[in-house]
């Protein structure tokens, strides 16, 4: 006799992030995780490593200036924000909070990972329903909802895809589903959106009791290492988390350094200047050498490779690593032909073209 986990739990495939060494512990160029090219602003490293000073205090268990500072930047009521380490984090608190044995997770086929490890974790059944030109489809979504249905997850955009659903088509998403459905839209990339009709749910989250917002600091903000996320929901939404969740589940570093990002916003602009004037270049290069780059609206692109053997994504990823470049390989997602990368420096996007032209050349 042993202890035995839930059922769902061995199911699990750890989640791997995106690698950041290659070969024999070298540093490499770090193209797989969507991480801010230019990094964190300097005030919100300097409030980091003032706030360590006091590593023996515990943190604000509500995150009270945090959650005031992120209504002032978005206008928003701070009492209906919930932070968290991560919007991973809450994605988990809200699949448990909400579903549990015999209930269901919906979510679309090549969505965020975590959907489906959290639905596991919690005993839910995850359920993936296809998607159109690789961009969620609101009809094949509204298809697959059930009377066990608890949750619907909406990356907007969607990572890994860089697609997004336009506003009009998020909101007959919700209005199709039923009222105890808590739609969730995952607006982790939110920032870098501007195109007209883009919409990260913030209107649906104010108006209607069943649907949240989810944000990060991790990509646009920089601060992926602090793990810093946060919620948007009705009252009664946010008092469920606020129950669940642990009471100290956001440092005080980061916290602090959170508040200062918010502030920053000229390092916010620089930051998605610098995604708008490379992303398109990385995309006309890359299709440039005969791949298929597809749409993005993120910090990162999707591209597609021949498959057959040698010119295929993986014989690109084990090229580029020889550069001591790393992109993200897509099996995981269902997407094996292609790789996604992330926008990096100027330095960075150059090397990685060169690398591209190279292996492009070699494998011809």
């Not at 002032?72 to 579903?99: H, M, P, Q, T």
């Not at 990060?216 to 009705?234: D, E, I, Q, V």
């Not at 890359?286 to 014989?315: C, M, Q, W, Y």
């Amino acid at each position: 006799m042993r202890p035995t986990p839930r059922p769902g739990i061995l199911e699990i495939a750890p989640y791997v992030g995106g690698r950041a060494e290659v070969g024999s512990g070298r540093p490499a160029i770090k193209l797989s995780s969507n991480e801010s090219a230019i990094g964190p602003s300097k005030e919100a490293t300097a409030a980091c490593n003032e706030a360590a000073s006091a590593l023996h205090r515990y943190p604000d268990g509500g995150s009270e200036r945090l959650r005031a500072a992120i209504a002032r930047r978005f206008n928003l009521d701070a009492a209906r924000v919930v932070c968290g380490a991560g919007s991973d984090e809450l994605i988990a608190l809200l699949i448990k909070a909400y579903a549990g044995p015999g209930d269901e997770v919906l979510y679309s086929r090549h969505g965020f990972l975590m959907y489906r490890l959290s639905a596991l974790a919690a005993g839910a059944h995850p359920v993936d329903a296809p998607e159109r030109d690789l961009t969620t489809d609101v009809d094949a979504l509204l298809a697959r909802v059930t009377s066990r249905t608890k949750l619907v997850f909406v990356a907007n955009p969607n990572n890994p895809t860089g697609s997004y659903l336009p506003a009009a088509e998020l909101a007959r998403l919700h209005a199709g589903l039923p009222a105890h459905v808590l739609l969730v839209v995952d607006a982790a990339y939110a920032e870098y959106v501007d195109v007209p009709d883009y919409s990260d749910g913030t209107d649906l989250a104010l108006r209607h009791p069943n649907v949240v917002m989810t944000r990060t600091f991790s990509k646009l903000f920089g601060l992926a290492a602090l793990r810093l996320g946060w919620m948007l929901g009705s009252p009664e939404v946010v008092e469920v988390i606020n129950r669940v969740r642990s009471p100290f589940n956001v440092s005080a570093p980061a916290q602090a350094a959170g508040v200062a990002a918010l502030a920053d916003v000229a390092h916010q602009e620089r930051a998605k200047a610098h995604n708008d004037r490379w992303l398109p270049w990385l995309k006309g290069r890359i299709e440039g050498l005969g791949l298929t780059v597809h749409p993005s609206v993120g910090n990162f692109l999707l591209v597609a490779f021949p498959k057959d053997a040698g010119r295929d994504a993986a014989a690109a990823s084990t090229f580029l690593e020889a550069r001591g470049i790393i992109p993200r390989e897509m099996g995981g997602y269902g997407l094996g032909h292609c790789l996604r990368i992330s926008v990096g420096t100027k330095e960075e996007n150059e090397a990685l073209m060169a690398a591209l032209e190279d292996f492009r050349a070699k494998a011809s």
